[in-house]
């Protein structure tokens, strides 16, 4: 089945991913959320990095309002909870996801770069959780994510006012890695993508699962759990390889086992 909201692209193992409804900057109802994780449970080994942008002046801004105006308690957990779901899943995906944030990240948007790995930011780019002006609270799991973050401060400070954020403001508090200007967002994104292609692709899987699964651990668990990840490396083909390279002085080729 295709998509009718998303764009997709591929290219030597980086997969570009377009939200593309740009007549209402981009947000998330139901259709869309349900293409975006059909396409994140389809993604198969081929891809190595994922880029996230969307289309128009708006990255995604946010949840569809019109969709959600008449929701009620039964409707809300739903929909909630599906949105969350595709957000996770996403987040879980063995490979780096990268947000090449273009506009408007607002709502579920912003959630949506916060369950990426890595978020770059074009200067018009605007970061903001405006629920509770509409009457709910972040429901993508943005409490959570955005308190990991940015702090718990920030987050409760921008999630209450509702205010919108600026890219340097963004850069500042590090929501986003770098701001480049607009043009240069998806060369800038893709140069990103493309360092982490060259690189032995079980190892950065493993550093991202050390990351992400170890922050949730005490010290000593996450230690532990880092060096049984560490120790895997060396059961890999690529470990060979990558450091016969080195000591021959060549350039190593990955094979992905
Ligand atoms: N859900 C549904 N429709 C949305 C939307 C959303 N989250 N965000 C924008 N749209 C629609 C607008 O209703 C408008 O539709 P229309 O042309 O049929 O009137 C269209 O997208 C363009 O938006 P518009 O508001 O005219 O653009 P703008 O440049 O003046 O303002 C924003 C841009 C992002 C500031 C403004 O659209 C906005 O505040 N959106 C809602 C953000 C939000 O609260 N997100 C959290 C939702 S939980």
Redesign the pocket.
Same mark, same amino acid.
């Given at each position: 089945m295709g998509y009718e909201f998303l764009a997709i692209e591929q290219n030597e193992g980086i997969c570009t991913l377009t939200i593309n409804s740009p007549?209402? =900057?981009n947000?998330?109802?139901t259709q869309v959320l349900d293409e975006l994780g059909r396409f994140v449970d389809s993604i198969g080994s081929d891809v190595r990095v994922l880029i996230i942008t969307g289309a128009g002046?708006?990255f995604v801004?946010?949840?569809?309002?019109?969709?959600?105006s008449s929701k009620n308690y039964e409707e809300g957990l739903e929909f909630g909870r599906f949105g969350a779901g595709v957000f996770r899943r996403l987040e879980q995906l063995p490979i780096p996801v990268i947000a090449a944030v273009n506009g408007?990240a607002?709502?579920?948007?912003c959630e949506l770069a916060c369950a990426c790995d890595i978020r770059i930011a074009s200067e018009r780019a605007?970061f903001?959780?405006?629920?509770v002006? =509409?009457g709910?609270i972040?429901?993508f799991s943005g409490t959570y994510r955005l308190a990991k973050l940015i702090g718990q401060g920030r987050a409760k400070e921008l999630i209450y006012t509702?205010r919108?954020m600026r890219a340097d403001e963004a850069l500042s508090v590090g929501l986003v890695n770098s701001v480049v200007p607009d043009e240069e967002l998806l060369t800038k994104v893709n140069e990103i993508a493309r360092m982490i292609v060259a690189n032995a692709p079980i190892a950065v899987a493993k550093a991202k699962q050390s990351i992400a699964e170890g922050y949730d651990m005490n010290a000593d668990e996450a230690i532990a759990f880092e060096n049984r990840l560490f120790a895997e490396c060396f059961s890999t083909e690529d470990q060979k390889e990558g450091m016969a390279a080195f000591l021959a002085k060549r350039l190593a080729e990955f094979k992905n086992k």
């Open positions: 007549r209402t =900057l947000a998330l109802n002046k708006a801004a946010g949840a569809d309002i019109s969709e959600m408007y607002l709502g579920g948007g605007q903001g959780q405006p629920e002006k =509409l709910i972040p429901g509702g919108t």
